[in-house]
């Protein structure tokens, strides 16, 4: 695994990096969300909620300013676009971006080629 810099990962229950993972610069991954049941108290002191793991898969390139949210696993060999929040999992090869990221390639073995999603 390898990271051009300034990733941070949050793991208040499990985050799970696979072999041969590349971080572009400045990361963000959380297994879990700050509360905001209640608009009248401060946000840091409310509890922890939407905690799952997160799982990212042997061999994907994770771009520049990427955030990976809670519950998500980042399939073999994907690809997230720089500046994506990945809110839903994202099969194996596959290249995803925007926020919410969205798959927009997707590998087609027989052909050896990435082919344009619809």
Known sequence: VTSTGILTISAMQEVTVEDDVMFALNVLISD???GFENATE?????????ISPVVVKRGCWIGQNVVI???VTVGELSIIGANSVVTKSIPARCIAVGAPARVIR???ENNRKWIETT
Do not use: F, I, N
Not at 42 to 50: A, G, L, N, T, V
């Open 32 to 34: 879990g969300m700050h």
């Open 69 to 71: 949210m809670p519950g």
């Open 42 to 50: 401060p946000y840091k002191y409310q509890k922890m909620c939407r």
């Open 106 to 108: 997707k590998w087609e």
